[in-house]
């Protein structure tokens, strides 16, 4: 996995340990999930790490998971990004982008040809982030978050 550094707003170095996820990061996951999303059965997370343990990612700084990836191979040469959040303390801070990368380059290593997600269509900063890393809207999913459309998004590797 992957350690780096990144500036945050005040000016000072934070260290941000990218690494697999650990059953004990569960509560930490489920709590991120909560404050951002809560739409999914929490329990789906550990289910999601036993099934596929090398595409659940977190992001630690401090001893404190502060953001999750999980992705899977939907088909040999489609991989999925199934979620990925950071607690909103720590956002804007390259979080996200160091994971969307981690999870990325796991893809890379499977022979993966193409990323896929979904989005809500009201989430225009989620949009613009996967966009500025180089994903594209290549659809509407009609009703897909309950009564939300999202759109359905695309990274050709």
């Known amino acids: 996995m992957a350690i780096t550094s990144s500036s945050s707003a005040e000016g000072d170095r934070t260290l941000i340990i990218i690494r697999k996820f650990e059953p004990q990061d569960f509560q930490w996951v489920i709590n991120i999930e ?3 999303f809560d739409e999914h059965d929490p329990y789906l997370y ?11 990612i977190v992001a630690e700084i401090n001893g404190i998971v502060v953001g999750y990836v999980a992705g899977f191979l939907a088909t040999p040469e489609v991989g999925r990004i199934f ?4 607690h909103p303390a720590y956002q804007n801070r390259s ?3 160091l994971l969307l990368k981690e999870i990325i380059n796991i893809f890379r290593k499977e022979g993966v ?3 896929i997600l979904e989005v809500r269509s009201s989430n225009i900063k989620a949009r613009k982030f996967y966009e500025k890393h180089g994903f594209y809207q290549n ?3 009609e009703k897909y978050y309950n009564n939300e459309d999202a759109c359905s ?3 050709e590797l």
């Open 34 to 36: 909560r404050m951002v």
């Open 46 to 56: 550990m289910q999601f790490y036993e099934t596929n343990p090398d595409g659940f």
């Open 83 to 86: 979620s990925l959040a950071v």
């Open 95 to 97: 979080v996200g982008s």
């Open 113 to 115: 040809l193409e990323v």
């Open 139 to 141: 659809g509407i999913i």
């Open 153 to 155: 998004m695309r990274l």
